[in-house]
């Protein structure tokens, strides 16, 4: 079963960038969507963005639109959250997930869709 190890987390201030890496032990199969989820203190696990590791179709919350990117290079087996104009309330542990259903049910946003999980990657945004 593929592992995912994320990176790439640290502080930053307010309306900095930072690129998270997620690197799959093996290549996705081509029926896994992998994604990024985040959570807060005190706060459930919320969806931030998706690809289709295929087709590279990607989807994204309306709080991610239009600062937030997730890519993939398949070569190297690894999905990025490339995050622009970041925001004290961007603070959270991040984590990248991967899976088989939401791919094949075309919805990638419910965090028990997704059945491989990394550890996560701390992203702490001061004002």
């Known amino acids: 079963q593929v592992q995912l190890a994320e990176s790439g987390g640290r502080l930053v201030h307010t309306g900095g960038s930072l690129r998270l890496s997620c690197e799959a032990s093996?290549?996705?199969?081509?029926?896994?969507?992998m994604a990024w989820f985040r959570q807060a203190p005190g706060k459930a696990r919320e969806f931030v963005g998706a690809?289709?590791?295929?087709?590279?179709?990607?989807y994204y919350a309306d709080t991610a639109k239009g600062r937030f990117t997730v890519s993939r290079d398949s070569a190297k087996n690894t999905l990025y959250l490339q995050m622009n104009s970041l925001k004290p309330e961007d603070t959270a542990v991040y984590y990248c997930?991967?899976?088989?259903?939401?791919?094949?049910?075309?919805?990638?946003?419910?965090?028990?869709?997704?059945?491989?999980w990394g550890q996560g990657t701390q992203v702490t945004v001061s004002s």
């Open positions: 997930a991967a899976g088989e259903v939401p791919e094949k049910n075309g919805s990638y946003f419910f965090d028990s869709d997704y059945d491989v």
């Open positions: 093996v290549r996705p199969s081509t029926w896994y969507a």
């Open positions: 690809i289709s590791w295929s087709l590279g179709a990607t």
